[in-house]
T-cell receptor, first 110, second 114 residues
Framework: ELKVEQNPLFLSMQEGKNYTIYCNYS?????LYWYRQDPGKSLESLFV?????AVKQEGRLMASLDTKARLSTLHITAAVHDLSATYFC??????????FGTGTLLAVQP | DVKVTQSSRYLVKRTGEKVFLECVQD?????MFWYRQDPGLGLRLIYF???????EKGDIPEGYSVSREKKERFSLILESASTNQTSMYLC?????????????FGSGTRLTVV
C-alpha cells in the first residue's frame, strides 16, 4: 500500500533564506506531484515529476525526484513572504489514485 | 477555463442528518475523487470513481457512500452525519490516465456537524 510521508510539518523561515521540504513514499510510484494551498483555497498544481532524476523549477521553487530512494524534494531559494502557504506532495498509486503527504505549513517571516 | 465545481462552500448540519456533497466537472474526465482534509493529516482519499456507476473505496470510506449516475457529477453522501465528520471536503477529477495531465481540484466544502 502506497504511503507518503512529508516533513517537516511546519516550517518558519526568514526571508532570504533557503530550505528544503522532503517527501518520501513507500512503494513504487511512477509520478510525483507538488501542490500549493493558500488558506481557505483549493490546491494549485506546482510540479509534476514523471521520471527518475526529473528536476523542475519555477521562480524560487525547485522540485526533484529520486525514484530509487523514493524521495522528492521541494527546495525554496531566497524565500519571500508570498511563498507562505501549505505545500503538499502526492504520489500516484495504482488505479490512478493520488495519495497525499500530511502537508508542510510554510511561514516566511520578514 | 476548465473547472471542478463543488456546490457548497460552507455547510452546517445536525448530527444524524443525511448530507449530500455535490461535485461537477466540465472536462469530460473519467476519474473523480473525494478527499477529506484535516490539519496534520493531509488529504485522505474517501472514495473514487473511474466510470459512471463505478466506485472504489479509498483509505477512509467508513460512514460515507458515493453516487455517480452521470460522468460529470460525483456525489458524496454522509448517511448519518456525526461530529467526527466535521472537515474540509475536496473533490478532484482527472483523465483516466492522469500521467501527464494531472488532477484538478474543486474549491472545497467546509462541513460542520453540530
Amino acid at each position: 500500500e502506497l504511503k507518503v510521508e512529508q516533513n517537516p510539518l511546519f516550517l518558519s523561515m526568514q526571508e532570504g533564506k533557503n530550505y528544503t521540504i522532503y517527501c518520501n513514499y513507500s512503494t513504487t510510484s511512477d509520478r510525483l506531484y507538488w501542490y500549493r494551498q493558500d488558506p481557505g483555497k483549493s490546491l494549485e498544481s506546482l510540479f509534476v515529476l514523471l521520471s527518475n532524476g526529473a528536476v523542475k523549477q519555477e521562480g524560487r521553487l525547485m522540485a526533484s525526484l529520486d525514484t530509487k530512494a523514493r524521495l522528492s524534494t521541494l527546495h525554496i531559494t531566497a524565500a519571500v513572504h508570498d511563498l507562505s502557504a501549505t505545500y503538499f506532495c502526492a504520489a500516484g498509486g495504482a488505479t490512478n489514485k493520488l495519495i497525499f503527504g500530511t502537508g508542510t505549513l510554510l511561514a516566511v517571516q520578514p | 477555463d476548465v473547472k471542478v465545481t463543488q456546490s457548497s462552500r460552507y455547510l452546517v448540519k445536525r448530527t444524524g442528518e443525511k448530507v449530500f456533497l455535490e461535485c461537477v466537472q466540465d472536462m469530460d474526465h473519467e476519474n473523480m475523487f473525494w478527499y477529506r482534509q484535516d490539519p496534520g493529516l493531509g488529504l485522505r482519499l474517501i472514495y473514487f470513481s473511474y466510470d459512471v456507476k463505478m466506485k472504489e473505496k479509498g483509505d477512509i470510506p467508513e460512514g460515507y457512500s458515493v453516487s455517480r449516475e452521470k460522468k460529470e457529477r460525483f456525489s458524496l453522501i454522509l448517511e448519518s452525519a456525526s461530529t467526527n465528520q466535521t472537515s474540509m471536503y475536496l473533490c478532484a477529477s482527472s483523465l483516466f490516465n492522469p500521467y501527464y495531465s494531472g488532477y484538478t481540484f474543486g474549491s472545497g466544502t467546509r462541513l460542520t456537524v453540530v
